[in-house]
């Protein structure tokens, strides 16, 4: 668990903003990660390790190192959080075969970020419906703490709930890599976002070579349908609250 007072630093740098959702105190990190203290709780989404590799089997000239990236960054903000329990909130590989592309040391890397955590949780998306079988962790659909549902793309909570008998009134998701545009002063600002509304959280992509759907596309509107929506936009580490 991360200290209060390393947490007080972060507030008054602008790298964290303390939020509240459905009366759940959370914690929206400018790095594009979720903190949940009551459950020492990280979560990650949309990882989309191995795009890199995906691409240049089209002779896209992006390099391959976007998953050793994201690891990098993956493994600082883990050892600054120091979390009891990860979710990684679906598409953390780009693609069926992203496991075979997987080099041995990102592989040993990634088990050890698993091992160093008492829960790790791959929840499934519609890019990664299996995960490789060299990784540890848990496979699932969803999980839900404390009411809230985490599952890669949203779904009607009432059929949810009636489907399989699991209470949850709210729902944390990514799939839709939210992101921003703001114009500050004479500088226009274009970056990740959260999205907070009052029963839906969307999350921003954290994988290195993802893009974005803007917040003001009538996709992700239609998702809070009318609903209060508060955006937090990332840049360079700070969050801007919109």
């Not at 995960?131 to 009432?158: D, T």
Request: with cysteine.
């Amino acid at each position: 668990m991360i200290a209060q007072e390393q947490l007080k630093q972060y507030v008054l740098d602008n790298t964290i903003i303390p939020v509240k959702f459905c009366d759940h105190k959370l914690i929206v990190d400018g790095r594009a990660v979720l903190f949940w203290p009551a459950h020492d709780l990280l979560v990650f989404s949309d990882l989309h390790f191995e795009k890199g590799s995906f691409l240049s089997q089209f002779a896209h000239p992006l390099p391959r190192f976007d998953t050793r990236e994201t690891i990098k960054r993956m493994e600082h903000l883990i050892s600054i959080y120091q979390p009891s329990v990860v979710i990684c909130l679906g598409d953390s590989f780009h693609d069926g075969n992203a496991g075979s592309r997987l080099e041995s040391d990102d592989i040993a890397a990634i088990n050890d970020m698993v091992r160093s955590v008492t829960k790790w949780i791959w929840v499934l998306g519609n890019h990664d419906p299996d995960i490789p079988e060299s990784l540890l962790g848990k496979r699932q659909h969803h999980c839900i703490f404390s009411g809230v549902l985490f599952v890669h793309e949203p779904e009607e909570i009432s059929t949810f709930k009636a489907m399989n008998g699991e209470f949850c009134d709210s729902q944390i998701v990514g799939h839709y890599h939210p992101k921003t545009s703001y114009k500050l002063s004479h500088k226009k600002l274009t970056d990740k976002s959260f999205i907070v509304g009052e029963d839906l959280l969307l999350m921003p992509a954290f994988g290195k070579y993802t893009g974005g759907l803007n917040s003001n596309s009538e996709v992700i509107k239609s998702l809070f349908d009318g609903k209060k929506m508060q955006i937090l936009l990332t840049y360079h580490t700070k969050l801007f609250m919109l």
